[in-house]
Structures are given as structure tokens and as C-alpha cells.
């Protein structure tokens, strides 16, 4: 089996990245139509955490800025991780 190509970190990064803004895009969904409070005490009571943690009212531009560095930090996270990988595995 050959090493990763360029090709291939590119479309491992662009696959998680992908992934990360989707889940972002779910969360603000969630927000948009008002289940994101409930989302956050369900959470923090199944961990038995009691933390005064509120959620702020919809932004669209909030929104897009988080859809992008969702992304983004997918992207990035993708990258090394196909680094390690063939680090790891091509030794």
C-alpha cells in the first residue's frame, strides 16, 4: 500500500470538516427552534453536573461564523490525523 497522497489529505480533511460543520448546522437548528436549552440541562444532568449555563438567542451571523469554524477545525483535525496515520502506519 503507497503512502497518502495530497489527494488523500484533502479529501480526509474535507470528510471531517464536513462532518464538524454539519453537527454545528444540527446545533443551531436545535437553537432556531428552541430545544437548545433543554439540549444543554439534559446534558449537564446526565453528567450530574449543575452548572448555570444559559443559551443566548439566535444570530444568524453567530451561526455562520460557528458553521465556518466548525469546518475548519474539522478540516484541520482531518489533516493530522492522515499525518499520524501515515506516520503510525508507513513507519
Request: proline residues 2%; glycine residues 6%; hydrophobic residues 60%.
Amino acid at each position: 500500500m503507497a503512502k497518502h497522497t495530497l489527494e488523500d489529505f484533502k479529501k480526509n480533511s474535507t470528510v471531517l470538516g464536513l462532518t464538524f460543520a454539519v453537527v454545528a448546522v444540527i446545533w443551531y437548528l436545535l437553537l432556531l427552534i428552541g430545544w437548545g436549552q433543554q439540549w444543554v440541562d439534559f446534558s449537564l444532568s446526565a453528567k450530574l453536573l449543575a452548572l448555570p449555563v444559559s443559551v443566548l438567542p439566535f444570530d444568524l451571523t453567530n451561526v455562520v461564523i460557528g458553521v465556518v469554524i466548525a469546518f475548519v477545525e474539522g478540516y484541520v483535525l482531518g489533516w493530522l490525523l492522515t499525518w499520524a496515520w501515515q506516520k503510525v502506519y508507513f513507519k
